[in-house]
């Protein structure tokens, strides 16, 4: 199962939320997959990543 909550805490460490990143990183529905913890694309995932300058660790997590 995926889990965004280390991207949750990134923004939160960056005093961001995660509709800070709706525009040109994420779009609404991609946000709202999110919220639910649903799958997005890899590419998404990369874009997070070079928007906010983290480790792909630092936005998402398998958990068991």
Do not use: H, Q, W
């Not at 805490?9 to 960056?14: A, E, G, M, P, V």
């Not at 040109?24 to 070079?50: D, F, M, P, Q, W």
């Amino acid at each position: 199962m995926i889990s965004y909550d280390p991207l949750f805490s990134t923004l939160r460490n960056k005093n961001m939320v995660i509709s800070d990143l709706r525009g040109n990183v994420l779009n609404s529905r991609t946000i709202a997959k999110i919220n639910r913890g649903e799958s997005v694309n890899l590419s998404t995932i990369e874009r997070i990543c070079l928007y906010l300058d983290v480790r792909i660790e630092e936005v998402v997590e398998i958990k068991k």
